[in-house]
Nanobody, 124 residues
Framework: VQLQASGGGLVEAGASLRLSCVGSGRTVSTLLMGWFRQPPGKEREFVAHISRDAGTTVYTDSVKGRFTISRDVAENTVYLQMNSLEPEDTAVYYC??????????????????WGQGTLVTVSS
């Protein structure tokens, strides 16, 4: 599975961005898909994930109500819509995928496939 993330950029606080993660080698409906981020000088952290049937989405508390994870099976793409961006959202964002069920999906070590990362910078 190869993942290609895009959509990052420099925006002001309060703005919106939509990140995309295009998958190849396997359809996203057969994978647990997620987004992580790594702020400058910090560890990689969980942001959101979406179940194989897209019936379940989970978010870290700091993005609830602002970010939405979704997918388009026809495009084999997973999205992260980010609204009301805050300077604290500044990070490199990574998409991730795994064919396995995860007991602790918030742990980055549990995920198998990773995209290359896209930088999001939010100015105050």
């Amino acid at each position: 599975v190869q993942l290609q993330a895009s959509g990052g950029g420099l925006v002001e606080a309060g703005a919106s961005l939509r990140l995309s993660c295009v998958g190849s080698g396997r359809t996203v409906s057969t994978l647990l898909m997620g987004w992580f981020r790594q702020p400058p000088g910090k560890e990689r952290e969980f942001v959101a994930h979406i179940s194989r049937d897209a019936g379940t989405t989970v978010y870290t508390d700091s993005v609830k109500g602002r970010f939405t994870i979704s997918r388009d099976v026809a495009e084999n793409t997973v999205y992260l819509q980010m609204n009301s961006l805050e300077p604290e959202d500044t990070a490199v964002y990574y998409c991730a995928a795994t064919p396995f069920g995860l007991r602790v999906p918030t742990a980055s070590v549990a995920w198998v496939h990773w995209g290359q990362g896209t930088l999001v910078t939010v100015s105050s």
